[in-house]
């Protein structure tokens, strides 16, 4: 799941809990098949299958399961299932923007299901367009600091087409147009600097700070979201400051 901000971070540190790894591994399993399906099962003449398949490897998907999912998004074992991708629009506490995306073969159980996450816990839903126009999508890498600086990073990434570099506390982002994200790959690999993660996602163009009771209200909301079987993403301009990411930490 992605936030793009601190408490994401913080809040992938924290689950590593066998359910939420079975249950992220089906997330990619199925972002592949759709790939897949939708452009065919050579990663070479399909780049959204092959940064599918790039994130979960990074996940330690095994790959007898990533081949198994390229051959059923293609329709090679048989008829593949027709997932629809749905984004759905929020809000959570203090004003915050949520975008939720989907990724589902029942649109009405998605719908349902989203809804009464987001107002059992505290959220309203938004009418299409509510707040999509305060995220702009891009491309975003994630690596640890490991010693490196903004500085560092930069040299290796802004031939490739890097936008900016986001210190995140512990972490670095480079931002990028969503297509110069294999070439951001391969420049970082090139200088020998390791990353977590790489998608395409959505960015906020500003950030609401939560104080530490309603970022509890959101991470109870989040969580709630991320544990839906329908949902792939879930983008937020919440933000959370060290002192309540800290405050959470002892919850």
């Given at each position: 799941?992605?936030?793009?901000?601190?408490?994401?971070?913080?809040?992938?540190?924290?689950?590593?809990?066998?359910?939420?790894?079975?249950?992220?591994?089906?997330?990619?399993?199925?972002?592949?098949?759709?790939?897949?399906?939708?452009?065919?099962?050579?990663?070479?003449?399909?780049?959204?299958?092959?940064?599918?398949?790039?994130?979960?490897?990074?996940?330690?998907?095994?790959?007898?399961?990533?081949?198994?999912?390229?051959?059923?998004?293609?329709?090679?074992?048989?008829?593949?299932?027709?997932?629809q991708t749905i984004?759905?629009?929020?809000y959570g506490p203090?004003?915050?923007?949520?975008?939720?995306?989907?990724?589902?073969?029942?649109?009405?159980?998605?719908?349902?299901?989203?809804?009464?996450?987001?107002?059992?816990?505290?959220?309203?839903?938004?009418?299409?367009?509510?707040?999509?126009?305060?995220?702009?999508?891009?491309?975003?890498?994630?690596?640890?600091?490991?010693?490196?600086?903004?500085?560092?990073?930069?040299?290796?990434?802004?031939?490739?087409?890097?936008?900016?570099?986001?210190?995140?506390?512990?972490?670095?982002?480079?931002?990028?147009?969503?297509?110069?994200?294999?070439?951001?790959?391969?420049?970082?690999?090139?200088?020998?600097?390791?990353?977590?993660?790489?998608?395409?996602?959505?960015?906020?163009?500003?950030?609401?700070?939560?104080?530490?009771?309603?970022?509890?209200?959101?991470?109870?909301?989040?969580?709630?979201?991320?544990?839906?079987?329908?949902?792939?993403?879930?983008?937020?301009?919440?933000?959370?400051?060290?002192?309540?990411?800290?405050?959470?930490?002892?919850?």
């Amino acid at each position: 799941m992605s936030g793009h901000s601190k408490w994401a971070t913080t809040k992938h540190k924290k689950a590593i809990l066998d359910s939420r790894r079975a249950k992220s591994f089906a997330k990619l399993i199925k972002n592949i098949e759709v790939a897949a399906r939708g452009g065919g099962p050579d990663l070479a003449g399909n780049p959204g299958l092959e940064l599918a398949v790039t994130k979960a490897k990074k996940t330690s998907v095994p790959a007898d399961n990533i081949d198994r999912a390229i051959k059923r998004g293609a329709g090679l074992l048989g008829d593949a299932v027709d997932y629809q991708t749905i984004m759905y629009e929020g809000y959570g506490p203090q004003g915050t923007a949520i975008l939720i995306e989907c990724l589902t073969d029942n649109k009405n159980r998605a719908a349902s299901e989203v809804r009464l996450a987001v107002g059992r816990n505290g959220g309203n839903m938004g009418d299409p367009g509510s707040v999509a126009y305060m995220f702009t999508r891009k491309g975003i890498v994630g690596l640890p600091k490991n010693g490196l600086t903004e500085d560092d990073l930069l040299m290796a990434v802004l031939e490739a087409g890097a936008e900016e570099v986001k210190d995140e506390g512990e972490s670095f982002e480079i931002i990028s147009d969503p297509q110069d994200l294999p070439a951001i790959r391969a420049a970082l690999t090139e200088a020998g600097i390791e990353y977590e993660s790489d998608e395409a996602g959505f960015v906020p163009s500003m950030q609401v700070e939560l104080d530490v009771e309603n970022a509890r209200k959101f991470m109870k909301l989040y969580d709630a979201l991320e544990d839906l079987d329908d949902v792939q993403n879930i983008y937020s301009n919440a933000d959370m400051s060290a002192d309540v990411l800290a405050a959470l930490e002892e919850d």
